[in-house]
């Protein structure tokens, strides 16, 4: 079976952490796959693991496409964790969340704790010192932050990622498996979003045909006629009764 790429690049790494005066946000989404939200992802990957106890997990992510016939599988790894440096400006320790999509089919997954080395989200968060743990991002300022709306048209946080996107990749070779330490993560399944409802035909900017023309016309008619059958009706009775 193929093994992991032995480079880690952001185009399938997904990261969400905080800074040392901005709270937990995404400072990396991945391009594949591509999801328009991840939010509710990464919490079934990693909501209940426990940061302090450096369990690793790995499984499948299948994601609906349209216009394939059957879902697309994406293999995974990811780990919750505290950051073994950085602390939030009250002290407290900073947590990662993190999972990376390794460029392998989905029947190796089974593979993926023997090839992926166990300290991988250690070396990434390395990797990132320079992007992430730079001052422009995990050491803005407080007064910058709360500054920037007046001062940026783009904002803070896609700031951040555009930043941390521009990370070189970090390379995993050399590292040691550690097998037991792995949990498999039953699969996950996402839908792509509903589309738009169809607007209607009379919305702004709908030109109706010629038929809904004619049919708009006469709900009209038939609208107003019942409507002045009902004045005339009205009336009667009042002159009855005058």
Do not use: N
Not at 5 to 12: C, D, G, I, Q
Not at 56 to 81: H, K, M, S, T, W
Not at 128 to 157: C, D, M, N, Q
Request: with cysteine; glycine share 10%.
């Amino acid at each position: 079976m193929p093994a992991p790429a032995p480079l880690v690049e952001t185009s399938r790494l997904l990261w969400r952490t905080r800074g040392e005066h901005w709270d937990y946000e995404f400072i990396c989404v991945p391009e594949i796959p591509a999801l328009p939200a991840w939010l509710s992802t990464l919490e079934a990957m990693l909501a209940d693991a426990d940061a302090g106890a450096g369990e690793l997990r790995y499984g499948l992510l299948e994601i609906d496409e349209r216009g394939q016939r059957a879902p697309r599988a994406y293999p995974y790894v990811a780990v919750r964790f505290l950051d073994p440096a950085r602390r939030d400006w009250t002290g407290r320790q900073v947590q990662h969340f993190a999972a990376w999509f390794p460029p392998i089919p989905p029947e190796a997954v089974a593979e993926l704790p023997e090839a992926v080395p166990a300290d991988w989200h250690l070396r990434v968060l390395d990797g990132l010192a320079g992007t992430y743990g730079s001052g422009e991002v995990f050491g803005l300022p407080e007064a910058t932050i709360r500054a920037w709306k007046r001062s940026h048209s783009e904002s803070r946080a896609a700031r951040a990622m555009a930043i941390v996107k521009a990370t070189p990749p970090v390379a995993l070779g050399g590292g040691e498996a550690a097998p037991s330490r792995w949990t498999r993560v039953p699969t996950l399944k996402k839908k792509p979003p509903e589309p738009p409802a169809a607007a209607g035909l009379l919305s702004v900017g709908a030109v109706p045909s010629g038929q809904g023309r004619r049919f708009g016309c006469f709900a009209i008619g038939a609208v107003m006629l019942a409507a002045f059958c009902r004045l005339m009706l009205v009336c009667g009775v009042r002159l009855l009764g005058a």
